[in-house]
């Protein structure tokens, strides 16, 4: 028998299937929506300013989604709610029920905040939704500017308590993967830190692209600066997060322990396209590049904007096989170190490719919905269209068209 031959009977396939990829994907573009809000509302960092809101509301749509490929993993999710009646403290995986919640709540109270004057204007006037804003406006009439003051500090504080909050949420799925002593692919001290890092990079690159294409769609310039501080964070983030994936792969080849053999084979075989030639070449180098080149000072606004949109793009594309190279390439081999199996997702059912598509379309789809009901893109902010004409703004046209 060949010496890579040998599979144990539980490991002949994949437990952990596309939907446990998306999982930390989606809570990915969370964490690092929240953390471009928070870089506005806590460090001022006034050039996102035409992104704050869109941000804010992002991660809030993208975290209302997040447990559905959980629940569509369990098979039977009503039973998800025994992480809430039968608590367990010890569990890893209840604790995830606690943390997710309050980040929930915290999402929703900042920004129920940061849009209570609009939703107050919107209460006061006639239309087929005023019942709903008259809802949302929680019985409150009226906003002076000692209360827009007050409001303003407590989404401050909201955003400061959120930025560990965000690195809780996602460093926890990380931890997850890192306390399986079993699988040498996945216990290793950075791989919290990767996770995390990794997702600021997905919820940048994410907002780039939505911004851009919200700006088209409106016939709306892009804000140069916006863009230009955008495609700087996505670069600094990216460096740190490529570099971080590189450490743990040069770690554990300088070591060479037992387990080696098996990992060296699965990143340069099995795992070829996927992290060789997707994550690292298409995915990493070719967006290092690119940002590295929108970043100059001198180049043309409408330029630039295509550099860091076509980056962003990569950049997404890199996340999520990093997402696939971890999740499901840690269990194509087997604990034996002496065999490999193969994962094949199926094309139906709760764990298929097309239950897959709808997950990750349906954050849009609410994100849609609460940019058509909630003013995302102040009229203060449309600026002008390429053609020097200011686009007129009022009504629905205020919440911005996905």
């Known amino acids: 028998m060949d010496e890579l031959t ?5 490991d002949t396939h994949p437990w952990w299937s596309i939907m446990i990829v998306l999982y930390p994907y989606i809570t990915g573009l969370v964490a690092g929506a929240f953390v471009v809000s928070a870089l506005y509302h806590v460090w001022e960092v006034k050039a996102l300013k035409p992104v704050a809101r869109l941000a804010l509301v992002t991660a809030l749509c993208f975290c209302a989604c997040a447990t559905m490929p959980l629940l569509l993993h369990l098979h039977h999710p ?14 890893a995986m209840a604790g995830f029920g606690f943390i ?3 980040y929930l709540l915290l ?13 107050i204007g919107l209460a006061g006037k006639p239309g087929r939704l005023q019942w709903l804003y008259k809802t949302l406006a929680l019985g409150d009439g009226e906003v002076t500017e000692q209360s827009r003051v007050y409001d303003e500090k407590v989404i401050g504080w909201l955003a400061l308590i959120g930025i560990p909050a965000a690195c809780i949420l996602h460093g926890y799925v990380g931890f997850l993967f890192g306390a399986v002593k079993a699988n040498p692919w996945w216990s290793t001290a950075l791989m919290p830190v990767v996770f995390l890092i990794s997702a600021v990079v997905s919820g940048i690159a994410a907002l780039i692209l939505l911004y851009v ?6 016939g709306i310039s892009c804000d140069a600066e916006c863009i230009k501080s955008m495609s700087r964070y996505l670069w600094i983030s990216l460096t740190v997060a490529v570099t971080l994936e590189l450490l743990e792969v040069i770690h554990m080849a300088y070591e060479g322990g037992s387990e080696w053999h098996v990992i060296q084979i699965l990143l340069t075989e099995k795992l070829k396209f996927s992290y060789i030639q997707l994550q690292l070449l298409i995915g990493s180098l070719i967006p290092f590049l690119l940002l590295l080149l929108a970043m100059s000072p001198k180049l ?7 550099l860091s949109s076509v980056a962003a793009m990569l950049v997404l594309v890199q996340v999520f096989a990093m997402r696939w190279n971890v999740v499901i390439g840690g269990q194509l081999f087997s604990r034996s170190f002496r065999g490999f199996t193969e994962y094949h997702p199926s094309l139906y059912g709760p764990e298929g490719l097309i239950a897959a598509v709808c997950v990750m379309i349906a954050p849009f789809v609410v994100l849609y919905i609460a940019c058509q009901l909630l003013p995302v893109w102040p009229q203060s902010e449309l600026t002008t269209t390429d ?12 919440a911005m068209a996905v």
């Open 107 to 119: 999402l929703i109270v900042e920004v129920w905040l940061e849009f209570r004057p609009d939703i």
């Open 387 to 398: 053609d020097g004409d200011a686009p007129a703004a009022n009504g629905s046209d205020a």
């Open 100 to 102: 997710y919640n309050v």
């Open 6 to 10: 040998y599979i144990f009977p539980n």
């Open 300 to 306: 043309y606004d409408g330029f630039r904007t295509f």
């Open 78 to 91: 009503e039973r998800a709610f025994n992480i809430m009646i039968t608590p367990n403290t010890n569990s």
């Open 213 to 218: 294409f919200i700006c088209w769609r409106r």
